[in-house]
């Protein structure tokens, strides 16, 4: 019996002679365990050596090979061949990116919107840093759904305020600074505000939810923001109704 | 050589999952409420010009069948906001006890549907009882 085969309609753009996008059919071989990280690794490895894509762990860990599958923001690790056969499946770079090169985006945007939200510890005590700072269970249960973030980034291609206001932080990089405002060991809130508070903060989410739909990792970011809304509005009565206290 | 190619969002966006169409469906129902409340404004604003002489007139229009559909519209619309938006609360106010999360299903009912359950059947028995 032949072998049977589906076809993967592949994003195509070299940025030295490409004006413009192009799409190119590459028939793979159909295996049932097969997921389209392998079918695309295929391709490179037996057809087309110029194919240009961004892969690592291949289980849903590195958040490297997320790319647009029939449309949908998905980690190509995770999505099955069988799920479409014997369709064709149409692999797209990730949308509300730049397109470097065929699959592979420009993360440069996503990389200052992540470090403007200081997604780290902040403590004003650093000359004590030999200590412990210990935590309780559910100290570490407030926040730890929002920490399993992998930056991905399907959440911005699922957003569709990113289109419009392209300033916005966006729903990974919000979510990751809800988190450590929840750490109990975390004294940055503070700093955190005025870039949280601002338009392109949390309140240029609409809430229109498929962050969390498309979010491999189940964090849940429009929960986040909408969390971190009532937090900087909080923080804005406190500013106003008690300006001698702490926000 | 970079060259980084931008393209742009699909137009049709709200038109592509599910999720989309549904949430276009309830930021559409505030419209509809919003025109209700436009014609409460405007009904009462009657009422005050016409007193009580004329409130049968005035009653007579609430009950034409293109006002009772324009209601009917603005309370499926109101309804199933209300509905989407308790059902989003656990996501926006969600609670614990010590580590265990509260179920989702009493945040919503505690927070949305009881209390509305609650007020609808006041205001019925404080009208029709």
């Known amino acids: 019996m032949p072998q049977e085969t589906i076809t993967l309609e592949v994003f195509r753009y070299r940025p030295e002679e490409d004006k413009q996008s192009t799409f190119q059919n590459y028939d793979v071989p159909y295996h049932e365990h097969w997921v389209v990280l ?181 964090v849940n970011p429009a929960g986040a923001i909408q969390q971190a809304k009532i937090a900087s509005t909080k923080a804005w009565y406190r500013s106003v109704l008690l300006p001698w206290g702490k926000r | 050589m970079r060259n980084p190619l931008v393209r742009p969002y699909p137009k049709d966006w709200f038109l592509r999952t599910r999720a989309y169409r549904l949430f276009m469906l309830r930021e559409l129902t505030s419209v509809c409420i919003a025109g209700y409340l436009v014609y409460l404004i405007w009904w009462l604003y009657k009422f005050n010009q016409v007193g009580a002489e004329g409130y049968e007139e005035l009653l007579s229009f609430v009950r034409h069948p293109v006002s009772i559909g324009m209601h009917t519209i603005a309370l499926i619309a109101a309804v199933w906001h209300s509905i989407t938006w308790f059902n989003l609360t656990p996501s926006v106010m969600p609670m614990r006890i010590g580590e265990d999360k509260v179920p989702d299903v009493v945040i919503s009912i505690a927070t949305g549907f009881g209390p509305w359950l609650v007020l609808t059947g006041f205001i019925l028995w404080a009208t029709l009882g």
Request: glycine content about 8%; some cysteine.
């Open chain 1, 38 to 218: 392998d079918a695309i690794n295929w391709i490179k490895d037996n057809v087309d050596g110029t194919l240009s894509y961004r892969w690592s762990c291949r289980m849903g860990v590195c958040g490297s090979c997320g790319m647009m599958i029939n449309g949908e923001p998905k980690l190509t690790c995770a999505v099955f061949l069988k799920d479409y056969f014997p369709k064709v499946i149409r692999v797209e770079p990730l949308v509300n990116f730049p397109v470097e090169r065929d699959l592979v985006i420009d993360m440069d945007g996503f990389m200052e919107k992540l470090k403007s939200v200081k997604p780290w510890i902040i403590r004003d005590d650093t000359d004590q840093m030999d200590q412990e700072y210990l935590q309780t269970p559910s100290q570490l249960a407030a926040y730890k759904d929002f920490s399993m973030c992998i930056n991905c980034m399907l959440c911005y291609s699922a957003c569709p305020v990113l289109d419009g206001d392209p300033e916005f932080i966006g729903p990974a990089a919000l979510a990751l600074a809800h988190r450590y405002n929840l750490d109990s060991r975390d004294k940055g809130n503070e700093q955190r505000q005025d870039i949280m508070g601002a338009e392109e903060g949390v309140w240029g989410c609409a809430f229109v939810g498929e962050c969390t739909e498309v979010c491999p990792k189940n």
